[in-house]
């Protein structure tokens, strides 16, 4: 069952109004890059942690090495955007942006994937990352991004409320995990107007 959040009164046009630039401080000891396929090994641990202790996913097992290599020349053939946060040569997030569904009519809107480190949780990573994904999803086509937040994480509705997303729908009790019955938000930005 999709329910309104509270700021979701808005209609979905509006949302275009809310395709201000991510204000947040650059950090200067952390890089944004392209991923390269020799990431898969670090972003296969990064997820596996997540997989495994969190609800931001509700993947129950990790996909290997080897899934990761395919799926990120798969996104990357594709022209779409994944990004990596390195700091002193080691990845400590990742950021990816898909079309939101396969059908032909969302060919301008994706869905946006971000995980950290969890030893880089919190170190303002996610704040660099995040804008330089809706920055290089704007330039591959996207007009519209979607963050679909497993578990209603609030850490994760934090991050893209900051940088200009705001609630399109909460669906409820849709996943279990932990033994836990779990609520997944919508959020979403316009991409217009980057750039």
């Given amino acids: 069952m999709l329910t309104p959040e509270p700021a979701a009164t808005q209609t979905i046009s509006a949302v275009a109004s809310h395709a201000t630039a991510c204000k947040f401080t650059v950090m200067t000891d952390s890089s ?14 990064i997820y596996a942690h997540h997989v495994l202790n969190g609800t931001a996913t509700f993947d129950i097992d990790p996909p290997d090495v080897a899934s990761w290599r395919e ?49 880089q949780l919190g170190r303002g990573i996610g704040s660099h990352l995040l804008p330089a994904l809706v920055e290089a999803a704007h330039q591959a ?41 779990l609520d997944t938000i919508y959020m979403q930005r316009s991409l217009e107007g980057e750039g």
């Fill in 141 to 181: 086509g996207f007009r519209q991004m979607i963050a679909v937040i497993g578990g209603s994480e609030p850490a994760s509705v934090a991050l893209h409320a900051k940088c200009g997303f705001v609630h399109a729908g909460r669906m409820v009790g849709v996943g279990r995990k932990f033994g836990r019955i």
């Fill in 71 to 119: 799926k990120i020349a798969a996104i990357t053939a594709r022209g779409w955007p994944f990004l990596v946060a390195e700091r002193d040569g080691a990845v400590t997030g990742y950021a990816y942006a898909t079309q939101f569904r396969d059908r032909p009519a969302y060919a301008e809107t994706c869905e946006n994937s971000i995980y950290l480190a969890p030893d």
């Fill in 32 to 45: 944004i890059r392209p991923v390269r396929p020799d990431d898969a090994t670090a972003i296969a641990a």
